[in-house]
């Protein structure tokens, strides 16, 4: 697998099976053959249905993602939230097509992109959506560029793999991408190494990367975690910005709330490799309606609040090889129930695209389960 596949910056790895961006692959044949795009009736650019994905390891099977569904609208950011572990970030590797297989396999669901279902796709029909339709940012800019590479060669590696440019055209090309991605004299730094660069403008080179191939939908991975607060306010800007301008879908995967509340439409979280409230930002800042959800948003640290001790949520995220029966967040919910240890709470409809699984999301929404 390299970077020109996935439209990402990852050093090249090798999978068997899997054959090396040649222009004979070229993805602007996906109007034609297996995988065609078509346009999907309910006008969505990604739509993911009960999607499964375990690892079958020496200690178990451990089952990273439980029956997650969601979708997404061209324009339109998905903040998909959860501690380490949760399965985010498994989801995002199964919608790429980039699990390492084995371990990791897909056991059930689809991931349809314009309506044509990728899971049923062959590999190589697959890898022509990777960078091309979805490309991916990593949050690790450092060890995910080449270093032995200067910037410009890994960013115009995308045009000269995918879209047979010339060295000379792709080394323009690059320029006007590090232009995009506001990286001063881009001219002047086109043939600089990733370690020139700061933390902000690695990332900023990723998303160079990334934005290449004119994507409709782009993951970020943790895009700011190793960055400090200003720069990752800049890097959301940067990429909130980038998406006004292409109408491109966001995913937008993070452990902390803090920082999609000005860039996000929609939120999603997980536990436990299970979808465990989806809700407008709006809304779920202002009433969570499960319990963990409310949990994490008192975890973020505030201004007002200074030289008190932060909160932490007690316990820690479930071994995914033993999943607690029933709702798996009981060993730490402070208001569990009997129903909670035995029974799965159902993504229950709360509103208008709004979804909790919590037996007492009712209760939770009106403030009277911490009294029960
Ligand atoms: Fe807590 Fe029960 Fe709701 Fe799970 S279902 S979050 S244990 S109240």
Redesign the pocket.
């Known amino acids: 697998m390299t970077q020109t596949e996935i439209g990402t910056s990852q050093k090249p790895r090798h999978r068997k099976g899997v054959d090396d961006g040649s222009p004979q692959d070229d993805p602007r044949s996906l109007q034609d053959g297996p995988g065609s795009l078509q346009d999907s009736p309910s006008g969505t650019v990604l739509e993911v249905e009960n999607l499964h994905v375990e690892f079958r390891t020496r200690d178990g099977v451990a089952k990273a993602v439980n029956g997650v569904s969601f979708d997404l609208r061209p324009g339109e950011t998905l903040a998909v939230l959860g501690e380490s572990g949760s399965g985010k970030s498994v989801t995002a590797q199964a919608i790429m097509g980039i699990l390492d297989t084995p371990p990791g396999f897909v056991t059930q669901g689809s991931v349809r992109f314009r309506g044509t279902d990728l899971l049923t796709l062959p590999e190589k029909a697959r890898r022509r959506y990777r960078g091309e339709k979805i490309a991916m940012i990593f949050q690790d800019a450092l060890s995910s560029l080449n270093p032995v590479y200067s910037v410009g060669f890994q960013i115009g590696e995308m045009f000269r793999v995918h879209r047979g440019a010339s060295r000379a055209d792709a080394k323009e090309k690059a320029i006007e991408l590090m232009d995009r991605v506001h990286i001063p004299a881009a001219r002047q730094r086109v043939s600089d190494y990733p370690h020139q660069f700061s933390g902000g403008m690695r990332q900023r080179i990723m998303i160079a990367i990334a934005l290449a191939l004119d994507p409709e939908i782009i993951i970020a991975d943790e895009p700011t975690t190793a960055l400090d607060v200003t720069v990752q306010a800049q890097v959301m800007q940067l990429l909130a910005d980038l998406q006004a301008e292409s109408q491109m879908g966001l995913i937008l995967i993070t452990h902390d709330l803090g920082v999609v509340a000005d860039v996000a439409d929609k939120i999603a979280v997980m536990y436990a490799g299970r979808l465990i409230e989806q809700a407008p930002v709006l809304d779920l800042y202002a009433s969570p309606a499960?319990?963990?959800t409310e949990r994490l948003l008192a975890a973020i640290p505030r201004v007002d609040l200074k030289g008190q001790e932060l909160y932490t949520i007690k316990g820690i995220p479930p071994n995914l090889t033993d999943i607690p029966a029933g709702?798996a967040?009981?060993p730490r919910?402070p208001?569990?129930?009997a129903i909670?240890q035995e029974q799965v709470?159902a993504l229950d409809d709360v509103s208008d695209g709004r979804r909790s699984a919590?037996?007492?999301w009712k209760e939770t929404l009106d403030g009277t389960l911490a009294n029960r």
């Open positions: 499960h319990p963990y709702c967040f009981h919910c208001y569990a129930q909670c709470p919590c037996h007492f």
